[in-house]
Nanobody, 128 residues
Framework: QAQLAESGGGLVQAGDSLRLSCTTS????????VAWFRQGPGKERAFVAA????????YYSDSVKGRFSISRDNAKRVAYLQMISLKPEDTAIYYC?????????????????????WGQGTQVTVSS
């Protein structure tokens, strides 16, 4: 059972960059698809980005495409979300999520119920 931990959040100004990390002690991390979701103040949790187990496919929401990049290092058991050109509307709690690949349908990468394992979240605040 994968336990996930996010880190790297903080308070930044508009236009700045941040890199979030999602780490796990799960030895079979390379068999999991990973995604990032976020929940802004007063908003529902929303899909941000996803990556397949070996990184050959990535997906992004329209709101972050071209500014955010998801990647992973299976040897280090970590997934990243590199965020550039941050905007105040990117302010949210960012969650890492994962699902075992044999249970994962990439067609539904944007659905939160596609992922069984979740971290506690890390706060990202972008000031204008």
């Amino acid at each position: 059972q994968a336990q996930l931990a996010e880190s790297g959040g903080g308070l930044v100004q508009a236009g700045d960059s941040l890199r979030l990390s999602c780490t796990t002690s799960e030895r079979s991390f390379s068999f999991y698809a990973v995604a990032w979701f976020r929940q802004g103040p007063g908003k529902e949790r929303a899909f941000v980005a996803a990556i397949t187990r070996n990184g050959d496919e990535t997906y992004y929401s329209d709101s972050v495409k071209g500014r955010f990049s998801i990647s992973r290092d299976n040897a280090k058991r970590v997934a990243y979300l590199q965020m550039i050109s941050l905007k105040p509307e990117d302010t949210a709690i960012y969650y890492c999520a994962a699902e075992e690949s044999h249970l994962y349908d990439a067609k539904y990468h944007y659905r939160s119920d596609e992922y069984k394992y979740w971290g506690q979240g890390t706060q990202v605040t972008v000031s204008s």
